[in-house]
């Protein structure tokens, strides 16, 4: 048996579940963990979305009407975790009360650095995004059954992922698998035209003012390396959450000639969540394993407890290295 006839064997056979994600949740851990809670769903198993962070502002519309509870307000017994889009143990976002008594972790998830940590583990690090994964999942559930279980709220939820993740299919984790998991989806009706509008087009006008304090600290090292401070003043000043603001990474990685992006941003004192991306050849879950931290080879991140210049300097040094 595959991984994925081994996740379906098991979600089959047992009632209790929550699903969750990582940190400083993005489109494709929203996106992965809603489409499964809907599946789990419609297999009438009972099933609790867990998350201890704060949506993004882009995302809310995803999840209206869903109740995401923070670990201290479940209430579930002989449960199992199914776990998406996450990379690294430590970097799921409940409870280590949670985590230890789950009778299984599952999996599903596709960053390079993952370690498989579950007791199942459906990981595919050339996958564009997590969606990719659950829709694999689906579509071997909907086939085994003859009869398609991803309506449109799942589409939906599956096309914001595969969108996000490939930078709306652009970067390089794009392949034709994608292409061909979006026609589905939106003739399955994912709410394309719903989705970029939420995602890509909402942005508060204080977003742009602080995008340009942002630009103000861009510097270029070398003519090869990019990178932007966001200080937990400028948040502050411009009213914009830290989960707002992961989107300025790409300003950092277009520059023409450059090769890796960083974004630096302050989340308190001395801690400071390093954001990296690269258009060619630098592997960057390499430099963010150097500090403890991961992801894919163009886009990567790690937290360093510093001062933003120090994380700045210690980054940058490792950065060189590579270039
Ligand atoms: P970000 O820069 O936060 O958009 O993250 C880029 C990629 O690296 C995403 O796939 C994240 O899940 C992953 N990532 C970010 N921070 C960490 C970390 N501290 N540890 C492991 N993976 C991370
Ligand atoms: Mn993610
Ligand atoms: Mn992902």
Known sequence: ???????????EGSNDYIVTSHISPDGDNMGSTLSMYYFLNKLNKNVYYVL??????NLKFLVEGIKILKSDEVDIKDYSIIALDCGDKKRICVSEEILDNAKSIICIDHHASN???????YIDIDASSTC???YNVLKRYSDSKSSNIIDEEIATCLYTGLATDTGNFAYSNTHPS???MAKNLLILGAKRDNIIQNVFQSNPYNYYKLLGEALNTLEIVDNKIASIEVTKEMLKRNVINFNDVDGITSYTRDIEGVEVGILLKEKKENEVK???RSKNYVDVSAIAKEFGG??????AGCTVYDSVPNVKKKVLQEVLKSI
């Open 132 to 134: 990719e994964l659950v």
């Open 115 to 121: 370690d498989h940590y579950g007791d199942i583990n």
């Open 294 to 299: 991961g992801g894919h080879i163009r886009a």
């Open 178 to 180: 994608s292409f061909e």
């Open 52 to 57: 201890d962070d704060n949506s993004p502002q």
């Open 1 to 11: 048996m595959n991984n994925i006839d081994n996740i379906i064997e098991y979600i």
């Open 274 to 276: 390093v954001s990296l």
